[in-house]
């Protein structure tokens, strides 16, 4: 093999290294729990104020299926905020890390480095 050749992965690996300054693994298992989270919690919301509905509708009660369908509404609109207020909230950090000069050292190289 060719000493001294740095591929790709290991210039990224050291660049995590560098830009989380050794907490990268700690990072990494955050990130990857939030993009779980992120994902599971819309579905579990949407699925259950179906299943809410569906019971209500089985029952055939008027202002049962009313009730229902407006917690399901609301259960559409707290879906939609889990997953979108993190990518807002995403935007205005990069945005707020960015600074005059465009620098983006710091937490938000660290942060991206584990992204990719």
Known sequence: ???GVITMSSFILIGAADACGGLEPIIRVIF???KIFWILIPIGL?????IDLGKAVIASDEKEVKSAQSRLIKRFVYAGLV???PMLVGALMTLVASGEQGNSD???????????
Do not use: D, H, P
């Open 106 to 116: 710091g937490w938000l190289g660290c942060w991206e480095t584990v992204r990719k």
């Open 1 to 3: 093999m060719c000493e």
């Open 46 to 50: 949407i699925i259950y104020g179906t």
């Open 32 to 34: 990857n729990l939030l």
């Open 83 to 85: 997953f979108f207020v």
